[in-house]
């Protein structure tokens, strides 16, 4: 009789047991799905800037390409020189990235400037294109439209006026 005792004098102390482990794991689920959906965030935003980070070196890599290329000899010019150094500068292009040249996945803004940099001791010309990119930025696109915000990544390249063989990538100048 005194267990029964003890076990109805304890009834409401039962109770508080379950409302408290309740408690515990509907605090304990709530941290994991916060801390879930802060890390697949995290792991979209670095998605992001993976994705834009790979698209600006392809515009740089592009330019690059295109201010060294020397066009063929011709009757016309028989002495061709690098568009690095016959354009005028500045100059400002925009690139398209395309997947299976028909979808969009971002564009990129290059700004080419004539700069003067010290380069070992010495002030040089340099060839400057800062490159901006811009890609759809889906963490803040509603479901089913087409219209949002963009995730924006810089970089730069320079090149050498005298040596185009040397080229500086994303450096930042002061």
Same mark, same amino acid.
Do not use: F
């Given at each position: 009789m005194v267990t029964y005792k003890k076990f109805k004098s304890r009834k409401g102390s039962a109770y508080l047991y379950v409302v408290i482990i309740f408690l515990f794991v509907t605090l304990f689920s709530a941290i994991m799905f916060s801390m879930l959906q802060q890390s697949v965030y995290q792991t979209h935003t670095y998605s992001l800037r993976m994705k834009a980070f790979y698209l600006t070196k392809e515009a740089a890599d592009a330019t690059v390409a295109v201010l060294l290329e $020397?066009?063929?000899? %011709?009757?016309?010019?028989?002495?061709?020189?690098? !568009?690095?150094?016959?354009?005028?500068?500045?100059?400002t292009?925009?690139?398209?990235?395309? $997947?299976?040249?028909? %979808?969009?996945?971002?564009?990129?803004?290059?700004? !080419?400037?004539k700069e003067k940099h010290d380069y070992y001791g010495e002030s040089k010309d340099w060839i400057v294109a800062n490159i901006t990119t811009t890609i759809p930025d889906e963490r803040n696109t509603k479901p089913g439209t087409t219209t949002g915000a963009v995730y924006t990544f810089k970089g730069s390249v320079m090149i050498l006026w005298e040596n185009s063989m040397i080229q500086l990538y994303n450096i930042t100048l002061d």
């Open positions: $020397v066009p063929e000899k %011709t009757l016309a010019n028989p002495d061709p020189k690098p !568009l690095i150094k016959t354009m005028s500068y500045p100059a292009d925009t690139m398209t990235h395309t $997947v299976n040249k028909t %979808t969009v996945v971002g564009t990129s803004v290059i700004t !080419l400037t």
